[in-house]
């Protein structure tokens, strides 16, 4: 028999039993919408005035085959304070606010004996805590209140600054100091349970609020084609199939969360590095046609269910709450060596700037390592460069190609996997940057011509490309040996056929017999 539990941390609720006087002692059974519990990390609360007297678990009583909680609770007065009771729901990971019967404090008191407990009946009423990050937060809502129509309730407990945020994907409302939230989100009806929202703040804070628990069955999340904001209207986490299990998902599929991303084939399911799907957590679906579908039932999973990975490979060193959005990159590293195995970790950067890390998943059937990178940045696009880091010895390796950061941009897919070729080894991202060269195009942006200038402090074998948002190569304006010195070429804005190509964003392509620089370009005339 296998003991079944969700993996999720139970509120703190810690007190200092000698800062109070006078205690009171309660003996209870717990019964949870109905049934009674028999689950020993379920726990029970007294508040008094808001502040917690007293917590404890159920445990068992074998000599009246019972579960029982033992709860003492403290005052600073002998008589008369009003008593809130609260229950932690272990295996649902969620706390009930409407709890019966209801106390008042009376020193030395006991209520309920061990072979007469007191029966404390938590009921459909639940206390969500969000816990909301500085800067952009992914959240949805799943509990059932009309406060959601009111950001104002709703986020009544969030210390909001001028220029805090919160984003639907039509509406949004933005926080004021003297009117408080106001905007077209609040217009158009608040908050909505399908939905996932993007909330930005100055300052750590958390959304306290109260409601009924949603059935999920009942409430659809509908898509149209293309991208949708959506939420999760479970209250337990779950694993990404079957959250998704009712969905008639499409080749080509992608849903992504803050961190990460996984894309469905109709030969493997649901594949990357986004593998569970969490409560409160907002999720982005990119779909090929328009439908609905339900979210299951809630259900408990066991040990081997440790929520998943909500994440794209290790990245600790960066916060995604810094970004208002992020792209996904499937690729694949290429060598003329074997890659060795599972610690060679890639990294996107902007300049300097870390922006992304990946670590490998292996793909029995293609018998090669897969990586799925989530990359993050803002509005504007920017040139992505990568890197390679052997975890083991910490030794660092330059990658060929650059990609172009576009916001919501899905670079590669399962089918074709953006390939990413090794360089040689290098000692540092200097070797990475257009310093190298220092080239420079101009005007940018530009119309109908480019001018494209570099330096090279030694000969080379130069080969100068260009490169569409979708990392294609346009054309090859230069590819032979070139002597130490200034050079400067132009380019027409065509592509390898002569054609002219559309307006929109490319990259200028550097490379030498030793590195590689790139400089992001706009093309602001049409064909």
Not at 12 to 36: A, Q
Not at 204 to 227: E, H, M, Q, R
Request: hydrophobic share 35%; with cysteine.
């Amino acid at each position: 028999l296998i003991d079944l539990r969700v993996y999720k941390e139970g509120p703190d609720w810690d007190f200092t039993p000698t800062d109070f006087e006078f205690t009171m002692n309660v003996v209870g059974i717990l019964s949870v919408d109905g049934i009674l519990s028999n689950d020993i990390n379920d726990r029970i609360a007294a508040f008094i005035n808001g502040e917690c007297r007293g917590a404890a678990n159920l445990q068992y009583i074998p000599e009246y085959d019972m579960y029982e909680v033992y709860l003492d609770i403290f005052s600073s007065v002998s008589v008369g304070d009003e008593i809130e009771l609260r229950v932690w729901n272990a295996s649902e990971g969620i706390i009930h606010t409407d709890v019966n019967p209801d106390m008042y404090f009376v020193h030395n008191t006991v209520l309920g004996l061990p072979a007469t407990p007191i029966p404390i009946e938590a009921m459909n009423t639940y206390e969500q805590i969000i816990p909301i990050r500085k800067g952009w937060n992914w959240v949805s809502f799943n509990l059932e209140t009309t406060d959601l129509m009111d950001l104002d309730l709703i986020l009544k407990d969030i210390q909001a600054t001028t220029g805090s945020l919160v984003k639907g994907q039509r509406w949004f409302d933005a926080y004021s100091s003297s009117s408080g939230w106001n905007g077209s989100l609040s217009l158009n009806g608040g908050l909505q349970y399908d939905d996932m929202y993007k909330i930005y703040l100055t300052n750590p804070d958390s959304v306290i609020y109260s409601g009924s628990k949603l059935d999920p069955a009942t409430t659809a999340i509908n898509l149209t084609s293309n991208w949708n904001w959506v939420g999760f209207t479970p209250n337990t986490p779950m694993p990404l199939d079957q959250a998704l299990g009712y969905y008639n998902a499409q080749q080509g599929d992608l849903i992504k969360s803050q961190t990460g991303f996984s894309i469905y084939d109709n030969n493997l399911g649901w594949i990357g590095s986004l593998t569970s799907m969490q409560p409160n957590k907002g999720y982005m679906m990119k779909v090929s046609q328009a439908s609905n579908f339900y979210y299951p039932q809630s259900i408990i999973f066991g040990p081997l269910f440790k929520q998943g990975s909500s994440g794209s490979g290790n990245d600790s060193e960066i916060d995604p709450a810094d970004f208002p959005f992020n792209m996904s990159v499937v690729a694949e590293l290429i060598s003329n060596d074997p890659i060795p195995g599972d610690y060679l970790e890639i990294e996107a950067w902007t300049g300097e700037e870390l922006r992304g890390m990946g670590a490998p998943i292996w793909d029995a059937n293609k018998n090669l390592w897969i990586y799925y990178l989530t990359v993050y940045g803002y509005e504007s696009p920017e040139v992505v460069s990568m890197t390679v880091t052997d975890t083991r010895t910490g030794e660092q390796y330059g990658i060929t190609e650059s990609i172009t950061y576009i916001p919501d941009l899905i670079h590669g897919s399962y089918t074709t996997p953006v390939p990413l070729h090794l360089s040689g080894s290098i000692s540092g991202l200097d070797l990475m940057t257009n310093s190298v060269f220092e080239l420079k195009a101009y005007p940018n942006p530009f119309g109908e011509s480019l001018n494209i200038r570099y330096q090279l402090k030694e000969s080379s074998w130069v080969r100068v490309e260009i490169y569409d948002a979708l990392g294609q190569k346009v054309c090859i304006l230069q590819d032979e040996l070139i002597a130490s010195g200034p050079v400067k070429i132009s380019w027409n804005g065509r592509n390898s056929f002569g054609t002219k190509v559309a307006k929109g964003v490319y990259s200028v392509r550097v490379t030498t017999n030793k590195n590689t620089a790139n400089q992001l370009i706009i093309k602001t005339s049409p064909y």
